[in-house]
């Protein structure tokens, strides 16, 4: 065919599969790949009578087996996109080399499921990245992804807004990486990260600062200890600030299997007025329905209060701050008192005998009430200087 060869696909109406094959053996990469990409735009632009167009399709088969990566890569770029390309051919170019796969990996529609997690699990990292980029990614397909992909790939699939990630995905990113920083970043900046994860997220942050030689020379491991799992405690109530009221429960039920539904956090809640997400928790805690603990919470005596606390496993010695604290909040939200954490704290140390009081439960209440003396005087000190 000569020189023609070129162009014999783009401009020969009848083909001859023997003179192609033929003609490949003896013709130049450059010219093998130009007549690649045009029998292969023929093919899916529907140009060729029936009989050409099976020829073409074994033609295009038999092409996957060219020594050249450029003729396979020709093939890749005209086919990539179509519905009507041939299967088994584009299931060829995805196993092919990277730079012939990628565009297959990246585009086809053809693909299937099962192809793309049969790529994802005997894929490189680069692999992967393609198959979590493309247009759409399914949850199947992301749940791959999420379970044995590499963080670099879960970021990829993290940014993509085309991708349908179920909540066991999240979590499964979230357990194996959560301590990366770059997959960290990703998960908490998606709106669709379940609340639990977020915690989740926050305690491996926590875990990673905790086992930092820098952190543990300046501080000492049993300081850090302490300093770390505190600001893990605060983190998680502004976590809750955050947090829609139908995740309450879920966040409650993660805490409680992790044990960090203590009375000390418990406590905290109500003392930042966390009153609903604190009702979550008893829930969880007592398996007592809803509507009923709410209406405790809301409008209770305090001898049915005090029931339920027991319930929840709080000690007695714990009920009389918490019932303080609700009091007063219940006097907020009627509209018959304005107060915040700083006095509801104070008032809460008041019920343990005040500044002077000894004992855990009485540090844990001063320390509430410093913190929020601290936050206060804070936010009075910017507000002046915004003045």
């Not at 992804?145 to 970021?155: F, H, L, N, S, Y």
């Not at 820098?214 to 605060?234: F, H, I, S």
């Not at 007025?273 to 008893?282: E, N, Q």
Request: net charge neutral; hydrophobic share 50%; proline share 3%.
């Amino acid at each position: 065919m000569g020189k023609a060869g070129a162009g014999f696909w783009g401009w020969a109406q009848v083909i001859v599969v023997s003179h192609f094959l033929k003609w490949v053996g003896t013709a130049k990469v450059s010219e093998r790949a130009a007549a690649a990409a045009a029998l292969a735009n023929a093919y899916v632009q529907h140009t060729l009578p029936f009989e050409d167009r099976c020829a073409a399709e074994a033609a295009l088969t038999l092409l996957l087996d060219d020594p050249s990566s450029k003729v396979r890569q020709a093939m890749a770029e005209a086919l990539s996109m179509s519905r009507h390309a041939p299967p088994q051919v584009v299931a060829g170019l995805a196993a092919d080399q990277p730079e012939v796969a990628a565009l297959v990996l990246a585009r086809s529609p053809l693909l299937t499921d099962a192809d793309l997690i049969d790529r994802i699990a005997a894929g490189s990292a680069a692999t992967q990245k393609l198959i979590a980029d493309r247009p759409f990614v399914s949850m199947p397909v992301a749940a791959a992804i999420a379970e044995i992909g590499e963080a670099d790939a879960c970021v990829t699939l993290l940014e993509n807004s085309g991708a349908d990630i179920a909540s066991l995905s999240f979590r499964r990113m979230a357990e194996r990486f959560g301590h990366a920083g770059a997959v960290r970043e990703a998960l908490i900046a998606d709106r669709r990260l379940p609340v639990d994860c977020r915690h989740m997220l926050l305690v491996k942050l926590g875990e990673t600062l905790r086992g930092s030689p820098l952190v543990q020379a300046l501080m000492g491991a049993a300081r850090a200890e302490r300093l770390l799992r505190d600001a893990c405690t605060k983190a998680s109530l502004t976590l809750i600030e955050g947090t829609r009221a139908d995740e309450h429960a879920a966040l409650a039920e993660h805490l409680r299997l992790r044990g960090d539904l203590t009375a000390s956090f418990l406590i905290r809640t109500v003392a930042h007025g966390k009153i609903d997400f604190f009702g979550s928790a008893l829930v969880v805690l007592t398996r007592r329905g809803e509507q009923r603990v709410a209406s405790l919470l809301a409008a209770g005596n305090d001898v049915a209060l005090r029931a339920l606390l027991a319930s929840a496993g709080l000690s007695e010695a714990t009920h009389p701050v918490i019932l303080c604290a609700l009091r007063v909040w219940r006097e907020v939200a009627n509209g018959k008192r304005v107060a915040g954490v700083q006095e509801v704290s104070w008032l809460m140390l008041k019920e343990v005998g005040g500044q002077g009081a000894q004992g855990d439960l009485a540090a844990l209440i001063k320390s509430i009430h410093l913190d929020a003396l601290r936050e206060n005087a804070r936010g009075h000190a910017l507000a002046i200087a915004a003045a």
